[in-house]
């Protein structure tokens, strides 16, 4: 079996891509089992984010697995496939646990290091379980970056002063505006990356913050505990004007700001300009917004300049991580190697084991030896057989994860004649018919 990793970012793709192939949460379980129906595939968890898209499967075919995430890829985005390759990677094997591993930790993140991403690919995880789509190489795997996500950010640096692309969309707000003490903000949505902003904004001395969701409930919860407002998506009009900044994150399919209550906003404002930050994907905001005179509106991949002064704060303690995650990646490829392996031992020392007994049975002349004799035989025997099979029994233990490990095998299986041998069930219940 194979680990395959397939997918894009905000490395790779523009958030207009990402936006595209973007699956809502509900959709996840569903696409999964389509997933695992397919005859390549026969384990899948998918991670979706404003920054990435991918799949972790696990296939006895990479070649074809990969492939079928390809073909989705161009479906759900409704590109040519050529088009979509440009922006997609694909990882097998050992580049693959520790790409996931790399992303679990936040090394493979917009924001360096950001803790957010952790509990997202702990949701992915859970609705590969939920879905039945997670054996026992995806069990494994998932605890694994877990406990290797968690240990690089006890044991170095990359957690501390903890930064995310919700306080990046604030800080941005602040190189703009300057003061932030007057100004008033509107969240959209209120999940986490709203909760998040809220905290980065009244750390700022933001003290008027708007929260419109499209459940009064939530809306509510989270303005109370920033001494706040509280409205319905529904009532957006009657508070745009109101709003100096607004930062978006809702889970919307379809866009929540459109043009023309923007322009009627920005006239009752005087054209006093107005800030707006979309952190959301697929986004929440009608990038024709932006052309509007007066209103200055940045996407998440326009965050990329504050987070580079990050990134440079954090580089050695992510070198540091890295050499952690290498460390328990490795420990994950050596049992994932044993799952092959061990049987194919067992299989080898079985047969060995008959023929050599079968030989001593066929030896009539041992026919004469006292009880002590046959056992030194016995142990010649048995020792013989392992010197002969112990230096394959040694590389089997050890075969790299790659197309040679896979060669290898396959010739350990043709040399002891294993693919021809009879199963011991079937044998026996063939025996059993003919009596």
């Given at each position: 079996m194979?680990?395959?990793?397939?997918?894009?970012?905000?490395?790779?793709?523009?958030?207009?891509?990402?936006?595209?192939a973007?699956?809502?949460?509900?959709d996840?379980?569903?696409?999964?089992?389509?997933?695992?129906a397919?005859?390549?595939?026969?384990?899948?968890?998918?991670?979706?984010?404003?920054?990435?898209?991918?799949?972790?499967?696990?296939?006895?075919?990479?070649?074809?697995?990969?492939?079928?995430?390809?073909e989705?890829?161009?479906?759900?985005?409704?590109?040519?496939?050529?088009?979509?390759?440009?922006?997609?990677?694909s990882?097998?094997?050992?580049?693959?646990v520790?790409?996931?591993?790399?992303v679990?930790?936040?090394?493979?993140?917009?924001?360096?290091?950001?803790?957010?991403?952790?509990?997202?690919?702990?949701?992915?995880?859970?609705h590969?379980?939920?879905?039945?789509?997670?054996?026992?190489?995806?069990?494994?795997?998932?605890?694994?970056?877990f406990?290797?996500?968690k240990?690089?950010?006890?044991?170095?640096g990359?957690?501390?002063?903890?930064?995310?692309?919700?306080?990046?969309a604030?800080?941005?707000a602040?190189?703009?505006f300057?003061?932030l003490?007057?100004?008033?903000?509107?969240?959209?949505?209120?999940?986490?990356?709203?909760?998040?902003?809220a905290?980065?904004?009244?750390?700022?001395?933001v003290?008027?913050?708007?929260?419109?969701n499209?459940?009064?409930?939530?809306?509510?919860?989270?303005?109370?505990?920033?001494?706040?407002?509280a409205?319905?998506?529904?009532?957006?009009?009657d508070?745009?004007?109101?709003a100096?900044?607004?930062?978006?994150?809702?889970?919307?399919?379809?866009?929540?700001l459109?043009?023309?209550?923007?322009?009627?906003?920005?006239?009752?404002?005087?054209?006093?300009p107005?800030?707006?930050?979309?952190i959301?994907?697929?986004?929440?905001?009608?990038?024709?917004?932006?052309?509007?005179?007066?209103?200055?509106?940045?996407d998440?991949?326009?965050?990329?300049?504050?987070?580079q002064?990050?990134?440079?704060?954090?580089?050695?303690?992510a070198?540091?991580a890295?050499?952690?995650?290498?460390?328990?990646?490795?420990?994950?490829?050596?049992?994932?190697?044993?799952?092959?392996?061990?049987?194919?031992?067992r299989?080898?020392?079985?047969?060995?084991?008959?023929?050599?007994?079968d030989?001593?049975?066929?030896?009539?002349?041992l026919?004469?030896?006292?009880?002590?004799q046959?056992?030194?035989?016995?142990?010649?025997?048995?020792?013989?057989?392992?010197?002969?099979?112990h230096?394959?029994?040694?590389?089997?233990?050890?075969?790299?994860?790659?197309?040679?490990?896979d060669?290898?095998?396959?010739?350990?299986?043709?040399?002891?004649?294993?693919?021809?041998?009879?199963?011991?069930?079937?044998q026996?219940?063939n025996?059993?018919?003919?009596?």
């Amino acid at each position: 079996m194979r680990i395959c990793h397939i997918g894009l970012n905000h490395k790779t793709a523009p958030v207009e891509l990402r936006e595209r192939a973007a699956v809502a949460e509900t959709d996840i379980p569903t696409l999964l089992q389509r997933l695992v129906a397919e005859p390549a595939v026969r384990e899948a968890a998918m991670l979706s984010t404003c920054n990435r898209v991918e799949f972790t499967l696990v296939t006895h075919d990479p070649d074809a697995a990969i492939a079928l995430m390809h073909e989705w890829f161009a479906e759900i985005s409704e590109l040519p496939l050529d088009v979509v390759l440009e922006h997609l990677y694909s990882h097998t094997s050992e580049p693959a646990v520790h790409h996931l591993f790399a992303v679990a930790t936040g090394l493979d993140s917009l924001v360096l290091g950001e803790p957010q991403i952790l509990g997202q690919v702990k949701s992915a995880y859970e609705h590969a379980l939920a879905a039945g789509t997670a054996g026992h190489i995806l069990h494994r795997l998932f605890q694994a970056t877990f406990s290797a996500a968690k240990r690089a950010r006890t044991e170095t640096g990359i957690g501390r002063q903890a930064v995310n692309v919700s306080s990046c969309a604030v800080e941005l707000a602040g190189r703009i505006f300057g003061d932030l003490t007057d100004k008033t903000v509107l969240l959209l949505g209120a999940g986490e990356m709203a909760e998040l902003a809220a905290r980065h904004l009244q750390g700022n001395g933001v003290k008027d913050i708007l929260v419109a969701n499209r459940t009064l409930e939530r809306a509510t919860k989270l303005s109370r505990e920033f001494d706040g407002h509280a409205l319905t998506l529904d009532q957006l009009d009657d508070y745009l004007d109101a709003a100096d900044i607004i930062i978006s994150s809702t889970g919307a399919n379809t866009y929540v700001l459109l043009p023309e209550p923007m322009q009627r906003a920005m006239e009752k404002r005087g054209q006093q300009p107005m800030f707006l930050v979309d952190i959301a994907v697929p986004r929440d905001i009608d990038p024709r917004v932006g052309e509007l005179n007066g209103i200055y509106l940045y996407d998440i991949d326009d965050l990329q300049q504050v987070v580079q002064g990050h990134r440079e704060n954090r580089e050695k303690e992510a070198e540091a991580a890295r050499i952690l995650l290498e460390e328990d990646a490795e420990d994950f490829l050596s049992w994932l190697k044993s799952l092959e392996s061990v049987p194919l031992i067992r299989r080898v020392q079985e047969k060995m084991d008959t023929l050599r007994r079968d030989e001593l049975e066929k030896a009539r002349y041992l026919n004469g030896l006292d009880a002590d004799q046959q056992e030194a035989v016995e142990r010649f025997s048995r020792a013989l057989m392992k010197r002969f099979i112990h230096p394959t029994l040694k590389a089997l233990k050890t075969l790299p994860e790659d197309i040679e490990g896979d060669l290898f095998m396959g010739a350990a299986r043709t040399l002891f004649d294993l693919d021809n041998e009879m199963p011991k069930r079937a044998q026996e219940s063939n025996e059993h018919k003919t009596r």
